[in-house]
């Protein structure tokens, strides 16, 4: 049984579970729905009220923390994912120039071994379990060559990260975050003294950048690392296991898209609007003003629902459905405006080149009905377990 209205909290145990349908209750609803759970919020459905949100960061900020319930007064800030503009722009620039379409391209080599690597190892007509093979550990791996760390890290980074994202879905501490904190701030102090290239990777552009006209100072250093290392992984593997999903349950689908490979750009784009993987996010009103007919506070939370946004008929025709051939597809399934996500070209590459080659592959898929899929719950609300059966294309 899923929630209703009056039972919605996103870090409940079974959060997703028909979300859609509150979703379209929300966006008919006058108004915004409200919600006093967290110390009170109101969820953002319509996508044109999301645009209004993203697009005017003065007035909806994220300078206040963007996790729901809101951070406590004494925290690490996320650079730069809370912090507003124009000082967000300084930021961003150190990372933005290897994180755009040439840079992407140029990776895809590099992006094709380990898509090739992970489908060699996929069980023929065994049970497997399609996150843990293949939708996990490609975008870890990739973040990590990204970053300039070594792929050997990939593990305890993976466990850090799940016990972040437990920690806070349920209040229970797992010392993920001070973890996580060292771990950056051993990786800046091992990489400061060869680090020579402020293009080489992210960590060396990091290091040796400035914002400001001044060099980071190592806190904000560690920030911008932690903060790339939280959101990094679990987005892409989000799309990654919708693609599988939907590859698996439409077979005719997957077979048009063999016999016609140029969609699989188009079909990435409707994979992450279809998906959602940064489900939901805080804003906090920074002055008073009024969104759709409600008059909202400075210091009120706004939850901006990137799922219900995405769904929303009176931007797209069928919502609920996967069109690889959606054209126009102007979604928000990476943001919009200043904080739009900034790895959207690799992760992009990552769908298309893990569409590629496992049409190309297998022969067959399936979802194996004795176990059950599994989604996680808070902001990012995503497959976390996708149980499969693979066979080979001779």
Not at 127 to 154: E, K, Q
Not at 193 to 211: F, R
Not at 290 to 317: H, I, M, T
Not at 333 to 350: L, N, Q, W
Request: with cysteine; charged share 25%; aromatic share 8%.
């Amino acid at each position: 049984m899923g929630q209703t209205l009056e039972s919605f909290d996103i870090h409940a145990p079974k959060a997703r579970e028909g979300a859609e349908c509150l979703w379209a209750q929300m966006r008919d609803m006058p108004g915004l729905y409200r919600n006093e759970r967290y110390g009170g919020f109101y969820v953002v459905s319509r996508f044109e009220d999301v645009m209004t949100v993203l697009m005017k960061p003065a007035i909806f900020g994220s300078g206040k923390g963007i996790t729901l319930p809101p951070p406590d007064a004494v925290r690490s800030f996320h650079i730069p994912a809370e912090i507003d503009p124009p000082e967000h722009r300084e930021y961003r620039a150190l990372i933005a120039p290897l994180m755009t379409a040439a840079h992407a391209r140029a990776r895809e080599p590099f992006v094709r071994a380990m898509v090739t690597e992970l489908v060699d190892r996929v069980p023929i007509d065994t049970p497997v379990d399609f996150v843990r093979a293949f939708a996990r550990p490609l975008p870890i791996l990739v973040a990590l060559d990204l970053l300039g760390l070594p792929a050997s890290d990939a593990a305890e980074l993976e466990q850090m990260v799940g016990d972040l994202h437990r920690e806070v879905a349920t209040g229970v501490k797992t010392g993920a975050g001070d973890r996580l904190k060292t771990y950056s701030e051993n990786v800046l102090i091992r990489r400061r003294a060869d680090a020579t290239d402020p293009q080489a990777d992210v960590v060396s552009s990091i290091l040796l950048g400035t914002a400001f006209g001044r060099p980071l100072t190592p806190d904000e250093q560690m920030s911008m690392v932690r903060l790339i290392l939280v959101g990094g992984f679990d987005s892409t593997s989000s799309a990654l296991a919708t693609m599988m999903w939907w590859l698996a349950t439409n077979p005719d689908e997957a077979d048009r898209l063999r016999t016609d490979p140029s969609l699989l750009d188009s079909a990435s784009e409707e994979i992450v609007r279809f998906a959602s993987p940064s489900t939901y996010l805080r804003r906090e009103v920074m002055e008073d003003v009024e969104l759709s007919g409600v008059q909202l506070k400075k210091g009120d939370s706004v939850l901006v629902a990137f799922g219900a946004a995405n769904r929303d008929p009176a931007k797209f025709a069928c919502p609920d459905e996967i069109r690889p051939d959606r054209k126009p597809n102007q979604h928000v399934g990476f943001g919009a405006g200043h904080h739009r996500c900034v790895g959207s070209f690799i992760a992009k590459t990552e769908l298309r080149l893990a569409f590629e080659q496992i049409l190309a592959r297998f022969d067959g898929f399936r979802i194996d009905e004795t176990r059950a899929i599994e989604y996680t719950t808070g902001l990012g609300q995503g497959i976390i377990a996708l149980p499969m059966i693979f066979s080979r294309a001779s």
